[in-house]
Nanobody, 123 residues
Framework: QLQLVESGGGLVQPGGSLRLSCAAS????????IGWFRQAPGKEREGVSC????????NYADSVKGRFTISRDNAKNTVYLQMNSLKPEDTAVYYC????????????????WGQGTQVSVSS
């Protein structure tokens, strides 16, 4: 059974950093693109970043470019999202999701999801 588990969320002050992890079980990540999405209260789920199966191609939402970095370690079956210079508007539940091969900005294109991890940025 394909399963994704996020971790690494928490409360951090503005300007701080967090690293989120997305650990896969029941399948190997080699053939899958992994996307990070977030959803704040009262807002729609939005794409944050994605890395395709080859680990070379990545994309980022304009709001996080230059601050967030996505990476993957297929040997550990894990994808990471390094988040630096965090802002209060980054506060949301962050989800990782998997789909075969290529990335998509549309959350409906991803068939497997983790349970989410809360990120709160506040002084």
């Amino acid at each position: 059974q394909l399963q994704l588990v996020e971790s690494g969320g928490g409360l951090v002050q503005p300007g701080g950093s967090l690293r989120l992890s997305c650990a896969a079980s029941g399948f190997t990540l080699d053939d899958y693109a992994i996307g990070w999405f977030r959803q704040a209260p009262g807002k729609e789920r939005e794409g944050v970043s994605c890395i395709r199966n080859n680990g070379v191609s990545t994309n980022y939402a304009d709001s996080v470019k230059g601050r967030f970095t996505i990476s993957r370690d297929n040997a550990k079956n894990t994808v990471y999202l390094q988040m630096n210079s965090l802002k209060p508007e980054d506060t949301a539940v962050y989800y990782c999701a998997a789909r075969l091969s290529s990335c998509s900005n549309y959350h409906g294109a991803f068939g497997s999801w983790g349970q989410g991890t809360q990120v709160s940025v506040s002084s």
